[in-house]
């Protein structure tokens, strides 16, 4: 068996030296100010041992990341019946496209989508003030993450909402079909702040261990979520993480895997690993460029695949 932390290092070592980077997201203003030379990859064992390479305690916007988490809370609350609101199919569309949503009744393709979550995110903040839902997302984060510490970047919450004008489309969209309930100001400014939590790729990499071991945090012990839920949201993440490019990376990459918008990318070796890899630049998808060829590299090398 191939020695991880060896691994690690010279991917990290690899990915500092391409040349090809992706381009920065550009449509948040704060997002497009991050520097694309960066790059940090950790990968926590079933043993609990870290392996990290380059800058993988720098804390970065995990946007879309978020969505695994969320929509882990809203099932843990309203079960099964959030399906009666969202789908459970890839849209082959952008992340952040409407197309779909007339011909469906208002109703998104998936959970992952930007319509998707922001459906899910209405589903944990109905009936609350958005601090509170706000507050019982972040703590979530936190306690999986085992860091009190993790904080929303209020600049780049600040930065999404002022030029948000596609989600504000969406989420006005689906509330004419009742798909949303509550006020849409309410839900898109909670769904504006779990986007903009910032992780670094330690963090990360730590709360996504219970989506590799079977709904169950190996650390403490603690049953997250049943095994059966795990394995749909891995399910999930294979076939919708990566939006209109998750045929690709399930191709190259062979792991379900989640993607943000700030470059980050959560991926699950079931059994194996929790993996969180970082580089800013984007490509034509908005899914990490690097990111993927480090996780492409890292599975190959280790011969982690689900296939
Ligand atoms: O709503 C948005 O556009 C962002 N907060 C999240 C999008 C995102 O991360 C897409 N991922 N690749």
Redesign the pocket.
Known sequence: MPDLQAVVQEIAAEMAQRPDRGEVAHYIPELARVDPQLFGIAVIDADGRAAVGGDADVPFSI??ISKVFTLTLALGMIGDRLWQRVGREPSGNP??SIVQLERERGVPRNPFI?AGAIAVTDVIASGHQPRESLGEILRFMQSLARDPTITIDGAVAAS?KRTGFR?TALANYMKSFGVVEGPVDYTLGVYFHH?AIAMTCRQLATAGRYLAHSGRDPATGYSVVPAERAKRINALMLTCGHYDGSGEFAYRVGLPGK???GGGILAVAPGKASIAVWAPGLDAA??SHLGRIALERLTKRMSWSIF
Request: proline fraction near 0%; aromatic fraction near 8%.
């Open positions: 946007q879309s992340f952040n930007n999404e989600n986007c993607s943000g918008v908005g899914n």
